[in-house]
């Protein structure tokens, strides 16, 4: 378990509740990521990513004045 602040925990809850997922999801997803294996990962990127179509985009803050 993590320790978190109150507000932290709020927004998670908060965060599940606008995108429909259940209550507490928030707990549950570092343990669904790491049930992923590299196979099922690199099958999905096989699947879902074209090299000839990605675009890498790179963002900074201005500089200081």
């Not at 669904?32 to 990962?41: C, F, G, Q, R, T």
């Amino acid at each position: 378990v993590y320790k978190r602040q109150p507000d932290e925990v709020a927004a998670a809850f908060l965060s599940d509740q606008i995108f429909g997922l259940p209550p507490g999801n928030f707990y549950n997803f570092p343990k669904e990521i790491a049930a992923v294996s590299l196979e099922d990962a690199n099958g999905a990127a096989k699947e879902l990513l074209f090299p000839d179509n990605l675009v890498i985009v790179s963002a900074t803050s201005a500089p200081a004045k």
